[in-house]
Nanobody
């Protein structure tokens, strides 16, 4: 069974940093992309950053220059380094595996989310 487990969230003050991790229970090498999304109360779930199997990276405009996504295929883990956090970054952050192959089937998978709260 595929499980994505996020960790590293918490309560910080504006300007501080956090590093989120997403550990997969299976190899992420086959995934077309790994991504981080976030959802604030009352809002839709929005893309934060993605990294493809080839290493191509995409960021939401709101986090460019502050957040860095990376992946370690050997550890089946994806990271999101978040610097200079702002109150508007407060949300539940979700990890997503796009097009992950498991038991010969390719599908998308989500983690359960981790809360990030930034106080002003």
């Amino acid at each position: 069974q595929v499980q994505l487990v996020e960790s590293g969230g918490g309560l910080v003050q504006a300007g501080e940093s956090l590093r989120l991790s997403c550990a997969a229970s299976v190899s992420i090498f086959s995934a077309n992309a790994m991504g981080w999304y976030r959802q604030a109360p009352g809002n839709q779930r929005d893309l934060v950053a993605t990294i493809t199997r080839d290493g191509n990276i995409n960021y939401a405009d709101s986090v460019k220059g502050r957040f860095t996504i990376s992946r370690d295929n050997a550890k089946n883990t994806v990271y999101l380094q978040m610097n200079n956090l702002k109150p508007e970054d407060t949300a539940v952050y979700y990890c997503k595996a796009v097009g992950l192959v498991y038991r010969l089937m390719r599908a998308d998978y989500w983690g359960q989310g981790t809360q990030v709260t930034v106080s002003s």
